[in-house]
């Protein structure tokens, strides 16, 4: 797959992706009639399902990563070419401010508007630090196990950390700086969002760290599609022989 295709998949996938959480954070408040919980479940489902999506539609063309902390990890796995990050996170972030955009248009918003939305503090920060390691594991885990899973994985936690997180699971770099551009439910003041990324650049780096030491990498001849190798699983002394064969996983991680 060359390069271009992969950049614009990437662009427009980050592009849909902030026009789904933003979109239907407009539209859950304005239905909601104030109340704040159905308002986040909405939010969180429509964030959920729209993620699911995104990664099946885009994931075997440039790996759905939609997520400058995903391609520094895969990168720091050496999964992509290093040549390939600053273009990734280039066209993630104008991808991410694109669809910002394009959810403001549909529903008669200014273009761009500062958010007021306050989120700061030690809590709001530790709870990207979780997001964010969280998000990394689930990846990494499921990628390098049963990759066929992985686009139904991630939505899951994150429509899950939406709820369980006090920041509402953000785990993303682009979306925290593009949405500091919506004044509505979705946003986050501008001031706050530098706690935010620094939080999650450090819950991806720890959560590589752990999960490819708990998930080890084998070698390219010993897997099928990237999961681990049977002889990994072996109990000691037991030859990879009499390990049953892997089962051929569907598609790629997102």
């Known amino acids: 797959m060359s390069l271009a295709r992969r950049i614009v998949s990437e662009g427009l996938g980050t592009a849909f992706l902030l026009a789904v959480v933003v979109g239907s954070g407009i539209m859950a408040e304005r239905l909601a009639g104030g109340n704040v919980a159905v308002a986040l479940l909405a939010n969180a489902i429509a964030t959920g399902a729209g993620l699911v999506a995104l990664i099946l539609m885009f994931g075997t063309i440039s790996g759905a990563h939609f997520n400058p902390v995903v391609t520094l990890s895969e990168a720091w796995q050496k999964n992509m070419p290093r040549s390939e990050v600053l273009p990734y996170l280039a066209v993630q972030l104008a991808g991410a401010f694109a669809g910002v955009a394009a959810a403001h248009l549909m529903f ?107 998930y080890p990498a084998p070698p390219a001849d010993a897997t099928v599609a990237g999961t681990v190798a049977p002889s990994d699983f ?9 390990m049953p064969a892997p089962t051929r996983p569907g598609s790629s991680h997102g």
């Open 108 to 214: 008669d918003v200014p273009v761009f508007i500062a958010s007021e939305h306050v989120r700061s503090g030690p809590a709001q920060w530790w709870s990207e630090f979780v997001a964010t390691f969280g998000l990394i594991a689930v990846i990494i885990g499921c990628s390098r196990s049963r990759p066929g899973v992985t686009p139904f994985a991630v939505a899951a936690y994150i429509t899950a950390a939406y709820w369980f997180t006090a920041s509402t699971s953000f785990a993303n770099p682009a979306v925290t700086l593009a949405r500091s551009a919506t004044n509505t439910f979705a946003g986050i003041r501008p001031f706050d969002a530098p706690g935010f990324i620094a939080a999650q650049l450090l819950g991806a780096a720890a959560a590589t760290l752990l999960f490819c030491w708990l």
């Open 234 to 242: 072996a109990p000691s002394g037991k030859p990879e022989r009499d």
